[in-house]
């Protein structure tokens, strides 16, 4: 058996297509329950997220499993598979799973490290345990993916620093104010960094979210999700002193926040301190604001250079993390390897021993052995069966996962006489006769 991943992502293929190609919640169970009715695959489970859809598979055929799939892509898309191969990656064996363990770590992530993608890898594996296409081998694969991504988030810092501007805002908040539970924050702009932002807010605890915006049923959108409280524009000068963070990123060509409506929300808030995040290109933040006492007021380029620090950082965590991926990957490999080789280890073992005995009793009929000869004979007769098979029993026990470990096993039965006999031509007739009669 061997394990197909399948699929595209955000690295290889554009929004529209990912979008085409994305398997809503609802389609899963039928679309599984083809991929295992297909002759070459035995397994299934998929993963769509916004980022990538992929299919991990257990087949006895990775090139027709892979023709199946590409074909379903192309299919499901309504676009030729030529305009969309390149999009698509396909890997087998060791790299298959060396890409499972990475995707579920978060070091395929477009945020690398980013926790989200372990939850919504355990909820493909749940959907392909409802349908009844996972069996044993991707009950062991996914229990080896979670086990693995768990080490390497406990053991490395590939998750523990922001690595987007939104994030890293929300991560200097913190570094000034601690707790942000109790403090409020106004979003000005109501675009994908205020949203993101936002989301990074509401997961640190924060429980205030003032979104104020030049269109303000977007402003109200957003606010709705985040249970926040809506704002236009023309409203913001009302709402600054009870800000303790403010976080910009509106499209605007003109500074949005200007020194003397940020002087009066100083003295009305008595000393308490502010914090301005400007991540808007133009600049929505008058840099002059910086000169009050009580503000703290950062832009785009400062962030930046602590995105960059983070960034480099998580890399250097997630080479490290990888390097513990492998050794776990091999780990499962090798499991998978024994399920093929240990059966014909066994039938190897039987199928000599069955030799050895029957000329042990050759051995005995001629020469009458009885009492220590025998004994002797018998341990000899032993010893040497075991030397024999020693080299080929370990070669079997480390075969690799590719082709030419089904070769060599391939070899090992015909050499040792261990394929499965073939009916003699009148067998098949009766046999074929018994059949009828029992369908009659």
Same mark, same amino acid.
């Given at each position: ?222 606010? $709705? +999700?985040?249970?926040? /409280?809506?704002? @236009?524009?023309? *409203?913001?000068?009302?709402?600054? #002193? %009870? ?67 983070? $960034? +480099?950082?998580?890399? /250097?965590?997630? @080479?490290?993390? *990888?390097?513990?991926?492998?050794? #776990? %990957? ?111």
């Amino acid at each position: 058996m061997r394990i197909c991943h399948i699929g595209l992502n955000h690295r290889t293929a554009p929004v529209d297509l990912r979008e085409r190609a994305a398997v809503g919640e609802a389609e899963i169970p039928a679309l599984l329950q083809y991929l295992v009715a297909q002759k070459p695959i035995r397994e299934a489970a998929v993963l769509s997220t916004c980022n990538r859809v992929e299919f991990t598979l257990v087949t006895h055929d990775p090139d027709a499993s892979i023709a199946l799939v590409h074909q379903w892509f192309a299919e499901t898309s309504n676009m030729a598979l030529e305009s969309i191969i390149d999009h698509l990656y396909s890997y087998t064996s060791e790299i298959a799973v060396q890409h499972l363990f990475a995707v579920a770590a978060g070091l395929d992530s477009l945020v690398l490290g980013e926790p989200q993608i372990l939850g919504q890898v355990k909820s493909a594996y749940e959907h392909a345990l409802t349908a009844g296409t996972a069996g044993h081998i991707l009950h062991r694969l996914y229990q080896s993916t979670f086990s693995a991504a768990k080490r390497a988030r406990t053991e490395t810092e590939i998750g523990k620093q922001a690595v987007n501007i939104s994030s890293c805002a929300v991560e200097l908040a913190q570094r000034i104010f601690g707790d942000l539970s109790n403090k409020t924050v106004l979003l000005i702009g109501a675009g994908e960094m205020a949203e993101l932002a936002a989301r990074h807010l509401q997961g640190n605890g924060v429980q205030q979210i003032l979104i104020a915006n030049r269109t303000l049923a977007r402003a109200e959108n957003l606010a $709705r +999700e985040f249970d926040g /409280h809506a704002l @236009a524009l023309d *409203q913001l000068d009302e709402y600054l #002193d %009870a800000a303790d963070i403010i976080i910009s990123s509106t499209g605007a060509n003109t500074y949005i926040l200007l020194p003397d409506p940020m002087r009066a929300a100083v003295e009305k808030r008595a000393g308490k301190p502010m914090f301005l995040i400007d991540i808007a290109v133009p600049r929505d933040i008058d840099p002059r604001i910086n000169e009050l006492d009580g503000i703290y007021l950062y832009d785009i380029d400062d962030l930046q250079q602590v995105v960059q620090g983070n $960034r +480099e950082h998580r890399e /250097h965590e997630a @080479a490290v993390a *990888q390097a513990m991926l492998n050794e #776990d %990957a091999q780990a499962f490999l090798a499991w998978l390897k024994s399920l093929e080789s240990v059966p014909l280890i066994r039938s190897l073992q039987k199928h000599l021993d069955k030799i050895r005995c029957e000329e042990m009793e050759k051995a005995r009929y001629l020469k009458r052995f009885e009492g220590e000869d025998a004994e002797a004979i018998e341990r000899f007769s032993r010893t040497l069966m075991k030397r024999f098979m020693h080299p080929t029993l370990q070669a079997l026990k480390t075969l690799p996962e590719d082709i030419e470990g089904d070769l060599f096993m391939g070899a090992a039965r015909k050499l040792f006489d261990l394929e499965p006999k073939q009916a003699a031509p009148e067998q098949k007739s009766s046999a074929k006769s018994a059949d009828e009669h029992k369908i009659r």
